[in-house]
């Protein structure tokens, strides 16, 4: 079988029917590129790397699902193969290189190729995620990244990136409240922003319906190891619950007052 689109091999979804109106999404929580791909013709050292996935990102956001008691919604796949968090007509939703590597297993894709690909790991994905969203009555979608240090040779000095597209109710409300929270350098729309492409997902699934909405970025260094992931996972549950509740959102009584 050349490609599977079920959905259950592409797409995780933890506590679905958790009642929280918290959406957590992980885009890049997987390094796999199936079999059928044969490693994309990528070295050992890539294929893990951070090319090919978020490192510590599903741990932070698995922990939070449990924190928070709210769904999980995950890509299983390397996004090298599909990234989630591109729409199909990206180039870069199946990259021909990324950073210092070339990727040979995405030269040279037909429109037919490309397509399958969406079809197989991005459309089973959206549907998924649309499908958790509309179960909930006022949800807020939050999306769990990771970065890494040094990019291109450029070491990064942003320790967190709160990230928005057109909407920036929910990153106004995480800024203002993380003097309360952490020490760590925190900045908006950095160490990228929605001029990179990288709001794909909550420009689809949150800004137009209004829901609220942010993107984590953690840079990867500060959840390297269990117990980091983990005390990670419990300052964002924490700062995302206040950073709610000065909106007039409980998660304890799911109220819309937004
Ligand atoms: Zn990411």
Same mark, same amino acid.
């Given at each position: ?14 506590? $679905? ?16 590129? @199936? ?17 090919? &996935? ?36 990206? @180039? ?8 210092? *590597? ?18 197989? *790991?991005?459309?089973? *994905? ?20 990771? *970065?890494?240090?040094?990019?291109? $040779? ?20 995480? #800024? ?7 020490? #760590? ?11 990179? $492409? ?9 800004? @137009? ?29 924490? &700062? ?19």
């Amino acid at each position: 079988m050349a490609h599977s689109n079920q959905i259950e091999n592409v797409v995780q979804i933890t506590r $679905g029917d958790a009642a929280s109106p918290v959406v957590l999404v992980c885009e890049h929580a997987s390094h796999l590129i @199936p079999d059928e791909f044969d490693n994309l013709g990528l070295p050992e050292a890539a294929k893990r790397s951070h090319i090919a &996935w978020d490192p510590g990102a599903h741990e932070v956001a698995s922990h939070m699902s449990q924190h928070l008691q709210a769904v999980l919604v995950e890509s299983k796949i390397s996004r090298l193969v599909y990234d989630c968090n591109r729409p199909p007509e990206a @180039p870069d939703a199946m990259p021909a290189r990324s950073e210092a *590597f070339a990727i040979p297993g995405n030269e040279g894709l037909t429109k037919q190729d490309r397509a399958q690909r969406a079809q197989a *790991f991005y459309d089973p *994905f959206r549907r998924s995620l649309a499908t958790q969203i509309n179960a909930r009555k006022c949800p807020v979608i939050i999306t769990i990244h990771s *970065f890494t240090p040094v990019y291109n $040779g450029t070491v990064r000095d942003v320790e967190i990136g709160i990230l928005q597209d057109d909407d920036g109710r929910l990153a106004d409300a995480f #800024l203002n409240a993380a003097p309360r929270h952490t020490d #760590l350098r925190v900045q908006r729309n950095a160490p990228y922003g929605p001029e990179h $492409g990288v709001t794909h997902t909550l420009k689809t699934h949150a800004v @137009p319906q209004r829901h609220l909405n942010v993107m984590i970025e953690i840079r990867n260094d500060l959840i390297a190891t269990e117990s980091a992931q983990l005390e990670m996972a419990t300052l964002f549950s924490r &700062w995302a619950v206040d950073a709610l509740a000065t909106l007039g959102v409980s998660l304890e009584h799911t109220s819309c007052k937004v």
